[in-house]
Structure formats: C-alpha cells, structure tokens
C-alpha cells in the first residue's frame, strides 16, 4: 500500500545550509568542462550539474551559479565544447573550477573545432553544443545546449564529483 503525503514548499530559512549542501555532495555527478574560443583565447569553466534531457532534439541542460563570471565571456560564443572529464583528469577539473578565467587553460591540452568550440584533450566524451538564453531557477540558471556532434572514447572512465571530491568509477 502506498500513502500520499502533501508537501509544501520549503523556504530557504527551512534548511540548514550546511546540511543541505551535504545533501546535494551525496549526489554523485559527472565532470563536465564547458569551453570555447572568445575573442581569440579559450575561456571555459567545469560544471558537475548536468543531464540529458531529449533525445529529439538532441539536448543537454546544465546548471550554472547565478553569479558565475565566466559564463557571460563563455556565453558569447555561438557553439560551446562540453567535455566530460576522464577519471586522470581531477587537476583538469579543479583548474577549471577556479582561479582567474584567463589562466585555466595553463598547462591543459585541448583542441578547438571548426566552430570555436574548445574539447579537452583525452577526454571520456565531448560534444559540440549550441546554448540556449539561461532560465533563472534559484541561484543558478539553467542552458539548454542543443547537440551539434558528439564523441565518445569508451576505453576513458568518466570523472565524478562526489562530496566535495574528485572520484573514480567502480567496476563491479
């Protein structure tokens, strides 16, 4: 038997922050590296909130903080590369997660597409993209990246982010 119960909409005040952030960490996601080539340099940034959403057409939605800076330079761009990291790629990850936008790419391989799109180098998988306005949901926003190629290289693992680290996939 199955009981239904009514829930109502929590506020922020009905969460602990601290909580609640180690809630979402237990979610464990994909590495995703999201690059073009603006104004003649690659600008990227690593998301790790991002999923399939149709298969026609072909879209992909990622989450990005409302108040990232990287992502109205990156935005710009009329294709975006999205790579989905490698498990050896952790330094990969964590350099384009931080830092100032116009060192991220220092010391990282990648190749750039006919359309500007930037992929990494050795990547799990990638894809060129085109990115939709952003929707406002929360403190992030959410893009709608329509699928312009894709690629896979199935001998590379995918990186995941898992409680605030970077981690493997285990095979069973």
């Known amino acids: 038997?199955?009981?239904?119960?009514?829930?109502?909409?929590?506020?922020?005040?009905?969460?602990?922050?601290?909580?609640?952030?180690?809630?979402?960490?237990?979610?464990?996601?994909?590495?995703?590296a999201l690059a073009a080539m603006v104004d003649g340099a690659p600008i990227g940034m690593a998301v790790s909130s991002f999923t399939n959403v149709s298969l026609d057409p072909p879209l992909v939605v990622v989450?990005?903080?409302?108040?990232?800076?990287t992502w109205p330079v990156l935005s710009k761009a009329a294709v975006i590369g999205a790579s989905?990291?490698?498990?050896?790629?952790?330094?990969?990850g964590k350099q384009l997660?931080?830092?100032?936008?116009?060192?991220?790419?220092?010391?990282?391989?990648?190749?750039v597409a006919e359309s500007g799109a930037v992929v990494i180098d050795e990547a799990a998988a990638w894809f060129e993209a085109t990115p939709s306005e952003p929707i406002q949901a929360g403190d992030h926003?959410?893009?709608?990246?329509?699928?312009?190629?894709?690629?896979?290289?199935?001998?590379?693992?995918?990186?995941?982010?898992?409680?605030?680290?970077?981690?493997g996939v285990r095979h069973a």
């Open 97 to 111: 997660s931080m830092g100032e936008a116009d060192s991220r790419f220092d010391d990282i391989d990648y190749s």
């Open 63 to 69: 989450s990005i903080r409302s108040e990232s800076s």
């Open 141 to 167: 926003f959410l893009v709608l990246l329509a699928l312009q190629s894709i690629s896979s290289d199935t001998d590379r693992a995918p990186l995941l982010f898992f409680r605030s680290k970077f981690a």
């Open 1 to 32: 038997m199955t009981t239904t119960e009514t829930l109502t909409s929590p506020t922020t005040d009905s969460f602990d922050q601290r909580a609640l952030r180690s809630f979402y960490g237990g979610m464990p996601s994909g590495v995703l």
């Open 84 to 92: 989905i990291l490698a498990e050896p790629q952790a330094a990969c």
